[in-house]
């Protein structure tokens, strides 16, 4: 056991990659932020973010390199930069927007996505709610669920659902053989996943409501506020560590150092006035596309329960539009 312990820690230490100079480690801070790592002629090979940069930067470099990823940028990297941010809050947002605008070599996760897909929810002549996939920039008129990355990806979801909820497949779209087929049974109904909506056997009612449950997670949701709003983010240990993010309908449109800045983004404070913080070093940044689907799930991480934003020291200020601007 004491040999097996040994061998275990050995195991866990991490090993320095063969190009990569020891400084790059040691000037590396544990705070909140992104890092980025970059070959011998400074090649963007993978951004990644942290609550604590050099730590996560370390844990790379196990030994045992726990995925190709890893191995790979092990085998390449020899300069490793980073950008602090005073919270997860930030690191998040800025991780987001940097692996889509710079495009690094290793990076899958968090690509720009050029085109969304959507549920839209309909009525069949019989009654029975139907889902489609829809483009999401699609006005379809319908009343839209979801935001998925690939036709593929929203069907994988269907089926899941239809798994899970005793869903009929015919109806999701999900059953070519028996789409052509009015009132012909689904395959699913032989295998007792299916109640028989797609013979008008299962009442209306009952199959339109546990769809209605299936899918309520999926509603987008609505941008709690009446305008724009500011998030300051600062660092619980650090007071002059301070950002101010300008959010608006899920969209981080740019940080923002003083009030002069927020009014000429169009906006000013319902107390006319910005909450002190020095943000002399912050660079803004802007999302350059309407819809972002990991903004978005960034932000109802972070910003739809109090607690959450207590907790990530987050504060949260409304804004108004200045008239004419």
């Known amino acids: 056991n004491e040999i097996s312990a040994v061998c275990e820690t050995i195991l866990?230490?991490?090993?320095?990659?063969?190009?990569?100079?020891?400084?790059?480690?040691?000037?590396?801070?544990?705070?909140?932020?992104?890092?980025?790592?970059?070959?011998?002629?400074?090649?963007?090979?993978?951004?990644?973010?942290?609550?604590?940069?050099?730590?996560?930067?370390?844990?790379?470099?196990?030994?045992d390199y726990r995925n190709p990823k890893d191995l790979k940028i092990s085998g390449q990297v020899k300069i490793v930069d980073f950008e602090k941010t005073p919270t997860d809050f930030g690191a998040q947002l800025l991780e987001s927007e940097q692996i889509k605008a710079l495009q690094p070599s290793l990076n899958r996760r968090l690509r720009r996505t050029k085109q969304l897909y959507r549920f839209d929810l309909d009525t069949n002549s019989e009654g029975y709610k139907v889902l489609k996939i829809q483009s999401a920039d699609t006005n379809s008129g319908k009343q839209g669920l979801g935001l998925f990355r690939s036709i593929r990806q929203a069907k994988k979801v269907l089926a899941r659902l239809a798994d899970e909820h005793h869903l009929c497949h015919k109806l999701l779209g999900l059953d070519n053989m028996s789409l052509r087929e009015k009132g012909k049974l689904c395959f699913q109904v032989q295998l007792k996943k299916c109640f028989g909506a797609c013979g008008g056997v299962e009442a209306v009612y009952e199959y339109n409501c546990r769809l209605e449950a299936a899918v309520a997670k999926y509603r987008l949701k609505v941008w709690p506020w009446d305008s724009a709003i500011l998030v300051k983010e600062q660092d619980p240990n650090d007071a002059d560590n301070v950002a101010f993010h300008l959010l608006n309908n899920w969209q981080h449109i740019r940080k923002i150092e003083d009030e002069q800045e927020l009014e000429e983004s169009g906006y000013r404070s319902k107390k006319n006035k910005l909450p002190k913080g020095n943000t002399k070093n912050s660079e803004p940044f802007s999302v350059n596309y309407p819809a972002d689907l990991d903004t978005y799930h960034i932000l109802i991480r972070f910003l739809l329960d109090p607690k959450v934003v207590a907790l990530n020291n987050l504060r949260i200020f409304q804004l108004e539009p200045i008239s004419g601007g």
């Open 12 to 63: 866990k230490t991490p090993s320095m990659p063969p190009f990569l100079n020891a400084k790059e480690i040691n000037k590396l801070p544990k705070k909140a932020g992104v890092y980025y790592f970059k070959n011998d002629v400074g090649d963007l090979l993978y951004v990644g973010k942290s609550v604590n940069i050099k730590n996560r930067v370390m844990s790379h470099f196990n030994q």
